[in-house]
């Protein structure tokens, strides 16, 4: 079965640090773009961050420039999100995805999705 597992969320106080992870099983992830998405209350989901197959980032969320981080590691087939200085700002529910192609797009609207995980809730709140 060919599904994307997200693990990481959760409660955190501003300024704190969490780090989302995204597993896939029943496909590689090797030679995909990989992204994290968010979506607040009220609000509609936007890009954050994507990597490439070769490892360029590309920044969709200029909100989190500096504090978060996109890695991958294709030998345990699964990529992650570094969170850090988080705010009230970044509460949301966080999707992982998978792009078709290997480059990443532009924007985050131009991105291919084939793959979406389930969503986990990131909240920061004194």
């Known amino acids: 079965q060919l599904q994307l597992v997200e693990s990481g969320g959760g409660s955190v106080q501003p300024g704190g640090s969490l780090r989302l992870s995204c597993a896939a099983s029943?496909?590689?992830?090797?030679?995909?773009?990989l992204g994290w998405f968010r979506q607040a209350p009220g609000k509609e989901r936007e890009g954050v961050l994507c990597i490439s197959w070769s490892g360029d980032v590309t920044n969709y969320a200029d909100s989190v420039k500096g504090r978060f981080t996109i890695s991958r590691d294709n030998a345990k087939n699964t990529f992650y999100l570094q969170m850090d200085s988080l705010n009230s700002e970044d509460t949301a529910v966080y999707y992982c995805?998978?792009?078709?192609?290997?480059?990443?797009?532009?924007?985050?609207?131009?991105?291919?999705?084939?793959?979406w995980g389930q969503g986990t809730q990131v909240t920061v709140s004194s």
């Open positions: 995805a998978v792009d078709a192609y290997g480059a990443c797009a532009e924007t985050d609207t131009e991105f291919g999705a084939d793959y």
């Open positions: 029943g496909f590689r992830l090797d030679y995909h773009a």
